[in-house]
C-alpha cells in the first residue's frame, strides 16, 4: 500500500492545469503520466528577463525586457524580405524584426500607438539596435504573462514550455510537504532544504549556480534518489544475509575433471574469482556476488566451475540468461563438458512448452536435473526445483532486482547468487547498481588474443568499405554488420537494416544473412547456427546481436552509424570479433555531422580496448550532459541525481542505508517510517515488499 502522504504525487496527470486531454500523452512521453514525473522533470537552463534597461542602455547580445510604444508598421515590398515594426522609449528607437511573419497577426499584437512589454534578446544591426522575433509580446496589464526568470526544460515537439511551466506550477501546489526522511546532522550539516522546499528551488532557479549540480536543492533531491537507491538494495542485501544458510563445499571430482579437459589454463583473474566464489560459497551466510569481466574476458567458465561445485555437494544449480540465442550458447558451452562427467544439464525457456515443459519441471523437482541453463521462463511461478544451492545470472545488467529476488526464492533456505556482467561499471557507479553485493573482477584477457583495429570511416565511403568486404569475404573471412538503432521506432530500425540486407545480398549473394529483434526465437537461432557453421559468412544484424554472441571466427565488424550508439554498446558490439586468434577490424562508420561528444566517443573506441577504461570515459562524457546507454550499462535510470557529479554521495548513502537498517531492520521507527515514503516516491518498493515478507 502506497502512503497516503503521496496520493497527489502519484495521482494522473490528466486535469493538470496547462495539461489537456489532447497534450496529455505529450506530457506522459516527456516526463511521465504522475504529477512526481512531472516534478521530477528538471530544468537545464534558465533565461533571465530581468535586465530592463532604457533601449539606449542595453548591452547588445543580452536578453532584455523593454516597455516601449509601437511607432510604425514596415511591411515588406517583397515575401522574402522581413517584416518589421519600430518602437520606441524615451531613449531610443529600436526595430522588431519578422521574417515570414503573417502581417495582419503583427498588427493585432502590436497596433501603433499602444504601449507593450517585449522581450527578446538585443542585438545592433548596421548600428541600430533590433530584435528579431522577440520571445514576448504582452500588454502592461498583462506582465505577469511573461516570466522574468524562465526555467528552461528538456521539451519535445508538439508541447509548449509555457504549458509545461504552468503544469509544473500546479503540481508544486497540489503535493503535501513530506516528512524528513534523513538524519538530521546530515541536513543541518550540507545546510539543505526539506524536500518540498527543494522541489520547488529547483523549478524556480534565480540565477545560473542554481541548476549546478552542487546546488543544495538539487544535491538533497540528488540524495533522495541515490537514498532511495541505496536504501532497497541495504534491504535485498540484509533480507538474503539473514535467511537460514548453508555452507556449499565440494568434493572436487568434478571440478578436477573439467579443468583437465579444458584445452587452456585459466588466467589468474580467473583463478582469483573462482577462490572468492567458493569461500562464499563455503561460508553460510548467502552469496552475492558479482563478476564484472570484458566481454571475452571468459565468465562463462567461472560460472560452470561454481555450479559444479554445487552440485558436487549434492545441490542443483541454474544460470539465467537475458535471451534465448545465450541460453542456448551457454547450453552448447556447457554440456558437452558436463556429458562427460555424468552431469545432467537441460535448458528451460519460453519455448519449452507442453509435455516436454512438464517433463523437466518434474525431473527438477525430482532433483534428476543437476543444472539448468535458462531465461525468464526459470523464474515462472510453476517452476520448483529439488535443492537449488546456486543460482547465475549472466548478463547481470539486463535483470532488475526484482527477478533477482524471485530466483533467490526458488528456494526455501538461502541460495547463493552469482552474477555475471559483461558492461564494466566505474568503481564509484559499481553502488549505484549493485551496492548489495560483492564484487569480483576479471581484468586480464585470455593469453593470445590479438587486439582489434578499429578504424572510424566516413558513411560517404560507403562503396569502397563494401568493396573491402567483398575482398575479405572472398579470403574466407566471417563477418557482421550492425545497423544502426533509430530512435523513433523498432519498424524504421528493421527498415534500415533490410535494406542494408538487401543492397549487400545482391552484391555477395547467398552468404549474406540477415538477424533482427523481430524474428521468432527459432528462426534467429538457425540463422546465428548457419553463422557459427560459415554457412553465411556476412552477417547483417540490429543489436540482437550485442550481448555474448560467441562466433570466434568473426573477425571483422562493421558498425553503420556508430556514432548513434553509446561507448558500452559500442564496446559490447565490437568484443563479437576478436574472440579467435586471427586479427579482427572494427570499421565505424559515422555519418559527418555529428556533435563533439558523438565524435568524442569514436575516438576512445579507436584509442581503446580497455573496458574499464571505455566506462570511465563513458562517465566522463555523460557527466558532460548527454546521457547515454543507460538502459545499456545496467546503471538504474536517475532522475535526480547526476551518476558523475554526486558520485561521491553514493558511498555516503550505502553507509548510511546500512547503518538505517542495522538498526532499524523493520524501518518501524519514525525515520524509518519517512524511509519508507522515500522508498515508494522513488518507486524503491521492492524493498518494502521485503519487508512484508519479513
Ligand atoms: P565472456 O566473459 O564474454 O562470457 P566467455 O566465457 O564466453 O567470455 O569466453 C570467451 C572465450 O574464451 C570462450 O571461447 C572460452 O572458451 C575462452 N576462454 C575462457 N577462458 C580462457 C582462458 N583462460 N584461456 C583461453 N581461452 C579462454
Ligand atoms: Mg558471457
Not at 579443468?259 to 553460510?284: C, F, K, V, W
Not at 570484458?294 to 552440485?311: E, F, P, Q, Y
Request: hydrophobic share 40%.
Amino acid at each position: 500500500m502506497r502512503p497516503q502522504e503521496l496520493f497527489t504525487y502519484f495521482a494522473d496527470i490528466e486535469g493538470l492545469p496547462g495539461i489537456g486531454k489532447r497534450t496529455r500523452d505529450l506530457f506522459e512521453r516527456l516526463a511521465g503520466p504522475r504529477y512526481r514525473d512531472i516534478l521530477f522533470h528538471q530544468p537545464i537552463g534558465l533565461i533571465d528577463r530581468r535586465y530592463r534597461p532604457q533601449i539606449a542602455d542595453a548591452v547588445p547580445g543580452s536578453i532584455v525586457t523593454l516597455e516601449v510604444s509601437v511607432v510604425a508598421h514596415q511591411i515588406p515590398h517583397s515575401k522574402r524580405m522581413p517584416y518589421k515594426v519600430v518602437v520606441q522609449d524615451d531613449s531610443s528607437l529600436l526595430t522588431l524584426v519578422f521574417f515570414h511573419a503573417r502581417s495582419d497577426y503583427l498588427q493585432k499584437q502590436l497596433p501603433e500607438g499602444e504601449v507593450r512589454i517585449i522581450s527578446g534578446k538585443l542585438e545592433r544591426f548596421q548600428d541600430q539596435p533590433q530584435i528579431t522575433h522577440p520571445d514576448y509580446i504582452v500588454k502592461p496589464d498583462a506582465l505577469d504573462e511573461l516570466p522574468l526568470l524562465e526555467p528552461i526544460y528538456p521539451m519535445t515537439t508538439g508541447l509548449s514550455p509555457k504549458a509545461l511551466r504552468k503544469a509544473v506550477a500546479a503540481a508544486i501546489k497540489a503535493v503535501p510537504e513530506l516528512p524528513n526522511w534523513h538524519d538530521e546532522s546530515l541536513i543541518e550539516k550540507h545546510q539543505w532544504p526539506s524536500f518540498k522546499v527543494a522541489l520547488i528551488a529547483s523549478h524556480n532557479p534565480e540565477q545560473a549556480e542554481a541548476l549546478e549540480a552542487s546546488d543544495p536543492a538539487r544535491t538533497r533531491l540528488a540524495y533522495d534518489e541515490i537514498m532511495a537507491n541505496q536504501l532497497a538494495l541495504a534491504l535485498v542485501r540484509d533480507r538474503a544475509r539473514r535467511k537460514q544458510g548453508r555452507e556449499t563445499v565440494g568434493d572436487g571430482r568434478h571440478i578436477t575433471a573439467i579443468r583437465d579437459a579444458l584445452p587452456y589454463s585459466l588466467t589468474g583473474d580467473q583463478e582469483n574469482t573462482i577462490t572468492e566464489i567458493l569461500s562464499d560459497m563455503a561460508n553460510p551466510a548467502a552469496m552475492l556476488r558479482l563478476v564484472q569481466g570484458d566481454v571475452g574476458s571468459g565468465k562463462t567458465i567461472v560460472a560452470l566451475i561454481a555450479m559444479l561445485t554445487a552440485v558436487e555437494s549434492g545441490a542443483q544449480a541454474a544460470i539465467l540468461a537475458p535471451t534465448e540465442i545465450l541460453a542456448r550458447q551457454h547450453l552448447a558451452s556447457i554440456k558437452p563438458l558436463c556429458d562427460a562427467i555424468g552431469v545432467r544439464v537441460e535448458i528451460l525457456t519460453g519455448r519449452n512448452k507442453g509435455k516436454a515443459r512438464d517433463a523437466i519441471l518434474a525431473d527438477l523437482k525430482a532433483g534428476e536435473i543437476d543444472m539448468l541453463v535458462g531465461t525468464h521462463a526459470v523464474i515462472q511461478p510453476d517452476v520448483d526445483f529439488k535443492d537449488l544451492g546456486l543460482a547465475v545470472i549472466d548478463e547481470q545488467h539486463r535483470f532488475g532486482v526484482q527477478q533477482r529476488l524471485a530466483l533467490t526464492k526458488k528456494a526455501g533456505h538461502s541460495v547463493d547468487l552469482l552474477a555475471m556482467t559483461a558492461t564494466p561499471i566505474p568503481r564509484t557507479l559499481t553502488l549505484t547498481a549493485y551496492g548489495d553485493m560483492d564484487v569480483s573482477r576479471i581484468q586480464e584477457k585470455p593469453p593470445g588474443r590479438q587486439p582489434i583495429d578499429t578504424a572510424v570511416i566516413s558513411l560517404d565511403r560507403m562503396a569502397q568499405v563494401v568493396e573491402r568486404i567483398g575482398g575479405k569475404l572472398a579470403e574466407g573471412a566471417r563477418v557482421y554488420w550492425v545497423c544502426p538503432l533509430v530512435e523513433e521506432s523498432e519498424q524504421s530500425d528493421l527498415a534500415a537494416a533490410e535494406d542494408r540486407f538487401a543492397h549487400l545480398k545482391q552484391k555477395f549473394g547467398p552468404q549474406v544473412g540477415l538477424v533482427h529483434g523481430r524474428m521468432k526465437a527459432l528462426e534467429k537461432d538457425a540463422v546465428m547456427a548457419q553463422f557459427k557453421a560459415g554457412e553465411i559468412s556476412l552477417l547483417v544484424a540490429t543489436t540482437v546481436i550485442e550481448v555474448g554472441v560467441d562466433v570466434p571466427e568473426a573477425t571483422i565488424m562493421v558498425i553503420e552509424h556508430a556514432e548513434r550508439f553509446g561507448l558500452a554498446q559500442l564496446h559490447q558490439l565490437r568484443g563479437r570479433v576478436g574472440r579467435g586468434t586471427a586479427r579482427s577490424n572494427c570499421l565505424l562508420l559515422r555519418s559527418e555531422t555529428i556533435g563533439q561528444v558523438a565524435s568524442d566517443r569514436l575516438r576512445i573506441m579507436r584509442e581503446s580496448d580497455d573496458g574499464f577504461l571505455i566506462a570511465e570515459e563513458d562517465l566522463r562524457l555523460r557527466g558532460a550532459g548527454e546521457v547515454l546507454g543507460t538502459r545499456q550499462s545496467g546503471l538504474p535510470d536517475l532522475k535526480l541525481a547526476n551518476l558523475y557529479d554526486h558520485a561521491e554521495l553514493f558511498a555516503t548513502a550505502r553507509d548510511d542505508a546500512r547503518l538505517v537498517i542495522a538498526r532499524d531492520p523493520q524501518l518501524s521507527s519514525e525515520r524509518g517510517k519517512a524511509l519508507r515514503i522515500l522508498l515508494y516516491l522513488f518507486e524503491r518498493d521492492e524493498g518494502v515488499r521485503l519487508l512484508q515478507s519479513g
